[in-house]
């Protein structure tokens, strides 16, 4: 099983990234997935998901700011993020949930964003 992320970089508020995940070793299709990320001296939290059936769920803190997408065909998840905030710089990985029971256990190694002027 293998996570791949990448997109990450620096760039200032108001700016935008584009965090893509490339996976593969497991049967992508049929596997929720999600970001989350991790800021310095925080705690993980989860940033949006996308289940098999295409339903997506935001954070309230990213919330019509970042959209996340899946390409099935293709194994990858991606993550459009616009309007970036200093309060968005973290670490981001992508992660993905293959029991259907909420609990991700397949995890990327992450990509730093930062967001800074």
């Known amino acids: 099983v293998q996570l791949v992320e990448s997109g990450g970089g620096s760039v200032q508020p108001g700016g935008s990234l584009k965090l893509s995940c490339s996976a593969s070793g497991f049967r992508f299709s049929t596997c929720a997935m999600g970001w989350f990320r991790q800021a310095p001296g925080k705690e993980r939290e989860l940033v949006s998901t996308v289940r098999t059936s295409g339903t997506t769920t935001y954070a309230d803190s990213v919330k019509g700011r970042f959209t996340i997408s899946r390409d099935n065909a293709k194994a990858t998840l991606d993550l459009q993020m616009n309007s970036l905030q200093t309060e968005d710089t973290a670490v981001y990985y992508c992660?993905?949930?293959?029991?259907?029971?909420?609990?991700?256990?397949?995890w990327g190694q992450g990509t730093q964003v930062t967001v800074s002027s």
């Open positions: 992660a993905a949930d293959c029991l259907g029971w909420g609990v991700f256990s397949y």
